[in-house]
């Protein structure tokens, strides 16, 4: 299968396969008016397989919601036909309003225009706490 190169865009690599339609999904990917290529369970020497995401285009992207679905990534910038910048994500030390607080006790369930904030409490476990009531997220 041959996907061509992109002379302006974002190549999203060394997304752990299965993650790539929730990246996808969560960014929007879909309103985009430029090609957009979903590559999934790609051969990987590194991760066995991955997926990867190449968008024709470059956009903002919001990276803790990217580091929180896929840590793994690689975010690169092409410009010209090579890459001018290059990002590997890791977990972020707080997201907002990506992940819901599923304690009923917990301020958010009442107040309603209260952001969902969580903090990464262990980082080898990938564990987010709310910041408000110190519930795990789940």
Do not use: W
């Not at 066995?48 to 024709?56: F, P, S």
């Not at 903002?60 to 690689?74: E, K, N, S, V």
């Amino acid at each position: 299968m041959i996907i061509g190169n992109i002379t302006n865009g974002i190549v999203l690599d060394h997304i752990q396969a299965g993650k790539g339609m929730e990246i996808y999904e969560v960014l929007k990917l879909s309103e985009l008016s430029c090609t957009v290529a979903m590559i999934n369970n790609a051969d990987s020497v590194k991760m066995g397989k991955k997926d990867i995401v190449k968008i024709n285009e470059v956009i903002d992207l919001d990276l803790d919601i990217l580091g929180y679905i896929a840590p793994t990534t690689t975010v690169n910038i092409i410009k010209d036909g090579k890459v001018e910048h290059r990002k590997r994500l890791q977990l972020p030390e707080r997201v907002v309003d990506v992940i819901t607080c599923k304690n009923p006790r917990c301020i958010t369930s009442v107040e309603r225009g209260l952001k969902q904030s969580f903090k990464l409490t262990n980082r080898e476990k990938g564990t987010y706490r709310c910041i408000y009531c110190e519930s795990e997220a789940k």
